[in-house]
């Protein structure tokens, strides 16, 4: 049985906020950061959420982090990172064969010679392609913004859920976890 006195105004005020921060305003930032940067992106940020709590915790609930806890979520993330590079690592290598690649129908053929005193004996054709292989200029502007913003949403996710779980943490004390999810999960909805 849970006492009448857990419910107070303010800890149901607070767990309606945590509701509003780690459910609506959270799920709508991660599910935008997912739409402008994929998956993969976003899964990277989100693997940062415990480090996020776990210094939330420290800094407003005063809770220790032992080592070993410290250790799972470095191997956690950097786990996530290795996988994520390395997909990224393949689909860069891969599209650069694909750009770096030169028919005729995107090749010049210049004549050169070889000799200072250009021999017509030793003269060659040499291919040039004609797209650009400058990697720093083919990302169009609007692509960056869209990474920007995803990666802004992403990060504003992680803080938000964070937030939502040490307020849930903070002033849920003494209620029953069916209870805080009907309070949190229904004010969502």
Known sequence: TISADVFTTSNIGYLLLSSTL??????LLWLEA??????KHVIVIDSIKPFAAAI?????LQ???????WGGMILTVLGVGVVSWEEQSKASRSKGDAENECDDTHA????ESNRPNNDPD???TKQICSQNTDNTSSIPDDERNRYWRGYTCAIFNVLADSFGSL????????M????INLLRFGFAG
Request: hydrophobic share 40%; no cysteine; glycine share 14%.
């Open 22 to 27: 780690g459910i609506i305003v959270g799920d």
């Open 34 to 39: 997912l739409r402008l940067i994929g998956a």
């Open 56 to 60: 939330l915790g420290r800094i407003f």
């Open 63 to 69: 809770e220790n982090i032992k080592p070993p806890t």
């Open 108 to 111: 010049e053929h210049k004549i």
């Open 122 to 124: 030793d003269i060659e």
């Open 167 to 174: 307020l849930t943490k903070q002033h849920g004390i003494g």
């Open 176 to 179: 029953t976890t069916w209870a």
